[in-house]
């Protein structure tokens, strides 16, 4: 007999409870952003909303489900199964931040915050949880495009956003960088890193490079089998290079990366505290990745 569907509530800790677990008390909290010009009852009434939302959507899930809930810093210890509806509650981040875990189950995303939000991801109200969770398996999904990192001891990364590759501080990145379909040209170079993000990311960090730089390169859409890739800051000298410092990527195509540093990481979404661990000699290869994220539109 086949299991019933679980949903999975996937949340983050508050603000406000940031603030009281490190001050203590509601009031300490309170005086700490008073005396920086901040009233605590903003920060309370987010609060206040999130766990309405987390509320309201876990009394929507039919009766015949089970139920799970994970915070947003125990995702790398959930083991999700074929049978999850994922239910990410929060920003748009967050479904970022669940979909390297995910193995193709749906995901609803819902704006506990509209207006503050720009609500890319989580595209839905708490009210609506009620008439989608019933029929998310069977629902018409959005495949999102994600990135893939895979390191040369089996190490593998992946990411909505983007894959960012550099060093853990503020040091310089040496490393020797290659294009695949570029007839083995490859150069050294000396920069703030590599960033290589999906449409999905277009919104984002990755924009913000695109968007510095004027570029020409046209940014894909969420969907698109195409990555878009960026030297941070590379440094011109005797020994390195700068011309290989923007591109894109197609699906059977990818950016390899070969470390001259005595350790680099890569990370995906933000999330640096879960990273491929690189040193000398090592080689990563960055393109699209065959999974995607099923988000419910």
């Known amino acids: ?10 949340h983050r800790t ?22 920086r010009g901040r009233d605590i009852e903003e920060v309370a ?9 987390l509320a309201e959507v876990s009394a929507a899930v039919p009766l015949t489900w089970r139920q799970a809930r994970v915070e947003r810093g125990d995702l790398d210890r959930f083991l999700f199964a074929p049978e999850d509806v994922v239910v990410v509650i929060g920003q748009d981040g967050l479904v970022a931040n669940a979909a ?4 193709g189950q749906p995901v609803i995303g819902i ?39 895979v390191a040369d001891d089996t190490q593998r990364l992946l990411a909505l956003n983007e894959i960012y590759l550099g060093t853990p501080g ?13 007839g083995g040209v490859v150069e050294a170079q000396a920069s703030s890193g590599v960033l290589v993000g999906t449409g999905t990311g277009a919104t984002g960090w990755l924009r913000s490079v695109w968007q510095e730089r004027s570029s020409r390169i046209a940014l894909p859409s969420p969907t698109e089998d195409r990555l878009v890739w960026f030297v941070r800051e590379a440094w011109p000298s005797p020994a390195t290079g700068t011309t290989l410092v923007a591109g894109e990527l197609a699906d059977s195509t990818a950016l390899t990366v070969t470390v001259e540093s005595d350790r680099l990481i890569a990370f995906g979404d933000g999330i640096e505290s879960d990273a491929l661990q690189l040193t000398w000699g090592q080689t990563v290869r960055i393109g699209v990745c065959g999974q995607r994220l099923r988000l419910v539109g």
């Open 170 to 182: 503020h040091q310089t990145a040496r490393y020797r960088l290659g294009l695949e379909d570029d």
């Open 111 to 149: 704006d506990t915050d509209p207006g503050r939000n720009p609500g890319v991801l989580v595209r839905h109200r708490p009210a609506d949880a009620a008439k989608l969770l019933p029929h998310a398996t069977g629902t018409a999904v959005d495949a999102l495009t994600m990135v893939e990192a």
């Open 1 to 10: 007999m086949s299991l019933a569907p679980r949903a999975v509530l996937v």
């Open 14 to 35: 508050t603000e406000y409870e940031e603030l009281v677990a490190r001050h203590g008390t509601h009031g300490q909290a309170a005086f700490f952003l008073a005396s």
């Open 100 to 103: 390297k875990y995910l193995t």
């Open 45 to 53: 009434e987010r609060h206040r909303r999130a766990h309405r939302a």
